[in-house]
């Protein structure tokens, strides 16, 4: 791979560097991709990389991309599935199974 490339960071239309996991779509967006616990990959979005960004005029105001991750990454550090709420009962048997063991 040539040095430019290597050296070149992804950046959103503002010039910040995005880190890993985080894009920026087409409209504005911006995305952050992580993989849920049960090995599915997950996304989120938010019109603000960060708290200080403002909201485009007409849309929602929303938490900034960067506090929903830290929110995710808590919870996934601690055990808390991220998506619970979403969880059909053939999904949440399986966990209970799963976490449960032989015992």
Known sequence: ????ERDEKRRDNKG????S???QRSDG????KYIDTFG???????WKLVP???VPAGKRPCLSLREKIK??????DDGIDTIGKKMTVCQLYEKY???RGNG
């Open 1 to 4: 791979m040539p040095r430019k």
């Open 16 to 19: 910040r560097l995005l880190k």
């Open 21 to 23: 996991g985080e894009s």
């Open 29 to 32: 967006r911006y995305a952050y």
């Open 40 to 46: 599915e990959p997950q996304f989120v979005y938010s």
């Open 52 to 54: 200080t960004d403002k």
């Open 71 to 76: 929110q995710i990454q808590k919870d996934l």
């Open 97 to 99: 199974t799963r976490q």
